[in-house]
């Protein structure tokens, strides 16, 4: 394409440079009726999964309908979310902690209307472009991360198996019948971007080989103290090694001692670990962040390994089903999976859900691990 200027002049880049001018104010951006009534809310209610109702002190009511996105979206469907906001919401529009897009209606009357027009819209292969739901006690979007799509470090994709998770629990993104919502996410790495250590189940992409040691060119493209000082287990230290004859300083690694994390390939490029075969996911459940009777809580390792399955991850999928399944069936109402599993005691979550226990779920990382080795008489056959 032939280019063309912004009007920026690259001999003086610093000329007429406009720097630290942050975000737009969000107040710029807010429906009147949410401007009229700021700060005065008295209550709300979900009227139907996907739809929810807030009155005012005023008087005034609110309505929103929560729909589901992608998250990764091209410009022309932004596009279509904006036609929308302009033909129903007079142009507002926003998006949610989770990237669900809200269309926000200030009467009761443009609810169907609106309705009508979201269900009607569908991609050519058939998906439905903005499924409504996500209220209450459902399975809203998978917060998820890069994957395939983007990073350098991923030890599986973050897009499709979001797809497939969705696909499988389509019908709780659209209704309210579990006991409590069920927060899903995904990271391709053990970097963790994201809720994946504070959700309900999280899909975290893990590696199960050690790094390829690139000796020849470590030292020209690597600060060989940050990659020994990068590893949690200190498998790594320096060293040197003849190639073509020359001496060159490199790092070796105790590969008894590396478990895999793939920290160093992230401060020293000559240190690549993605394998085919070896990566693929660890599931993680009975996250929170909230503070809703339990204390908020950390998600725990109950599957070490499912292998990377692309294009649709059965494996991974199935397995997810079944927990969700067996917390839909056994947990009282308003306990999150965290709540549940710590009251039934995890050796009957393991039996609830056919989940295999495997050593590898024993915590073994230093002092900590000991707290979470059972100091009691206190199990269940
Ligand atoms: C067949 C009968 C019984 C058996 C097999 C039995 C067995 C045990 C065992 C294995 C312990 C744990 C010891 C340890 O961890 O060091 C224990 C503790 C104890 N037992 Fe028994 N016991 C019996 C009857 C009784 C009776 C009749 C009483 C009281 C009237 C009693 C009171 C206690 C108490 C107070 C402890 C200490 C609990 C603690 O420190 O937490 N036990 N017993
Ligand atoms: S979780 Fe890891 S692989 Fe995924 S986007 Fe973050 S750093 Fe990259
Ligand atoms: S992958 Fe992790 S554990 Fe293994 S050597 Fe690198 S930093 Fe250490």
């Given amino acids: 394409m032939a280019f063309v200027s912004s009007g920026y002049n690259p001999d003086k880049p610093m000329e007429n440079r406009i720097t630290d001018i942050g975000p737009q104010n969000y107040q710029n951006f807010l429906p009147p009726v949410i401007k009229n009534n700021y700060g005065k809310w008295l209550y709300h209610e979900i009227l139907e999964p996907g739809v929810l109702m807030h009155k005012a002190e005023s008087g005034d009511e609110v309505y929103t309908i929560r729909v589901g996105t992608a998250r990764l979206m091209s410009v022309g469907l ?104 069920i927060r899903l996410a995904v990271a391709c790495c053990l970097n963790m971007c994201g809720a994946c250590h504070c959700s309900d189940i999280a899909v975290v992409g893990i590696h199960r080989k050690p790094p390829l040691i690139d000796h020849e060119v470590l ?22 090694v003849e190639v073509n004859g020359k001496e060159k300083k490199t790092v070796a690694i105790k590969e008894e001692r590396c478990m895999f994390c793939g920290n160093c390939y992230t ?51 199935q397995t997810i089903r079944k ?26 979550f393991f039996e609830k859900t056919g989940l295999e226990f495997t050593e590898h779920l024993i915590d073994d990382f230093r002092d900590p691990a000991y707290y979470s080795w059972r100091q009691t008489t206190n199990f269940k056959w």
């Fill in 78 to 181: 932004i596009r279509e979310i904006l036609d929308i906001a302009d033909a129903h919401c007079d142009g507002y529009v926003r998006w949610t902690t989770r990237n669900n897009v809200e269309f926000i209606l200030d009467s009761k009357d443009k609810v169907e209307p609106l309705k009508k027009d979201l269900e009607g819209r569908k991609f050519p292969g058939g998906s439905n472009k903005f499924p409504i739901g996500g209220t209450g006690a459902s399975v809203p979007n998978v917060v998820h991360t890069q994957g395939w799509v983007h990073c350098h470090t991923p030890a599986t994709d973050a897009s499709g198996p979001v797809k497939a998770l969705m696909d499988e629990f389509y019908s709780e993104f659209q209704s309210m019948e579990l006991p409590a919502p």
């Fill in 219 to 240: 030292d020209d493209i690597c600060e060989i103290p940050l990659a020994v000082a990068s590893c949690p287990t200190a498998a790594i230290r320096p060293s040197k």
């Fill in 267 to 317: 401060m020293c490029a000559a240190l690549p670990l993605a394998d085919a075969e070896g990566d693929g996911c660890a599931i993680m459940v009975g996250g929170k962040v909230s503070n809703r009777i339990s204390n908020p809580k950390f998600s725990k390792v109950v599957a070490a390994y499912v292998p990377n399955e692309p294009p649709r991850w059965p494996t991974l999928v």
């Fill in 323 to 348: 927990i969700v399944d067996a917390y839909k069936q056994d947990a009282k109402k308003y306990e999150r999976i965290g709540d549940w599993a710590e009251r039934i005691g995890w050796e009957r």
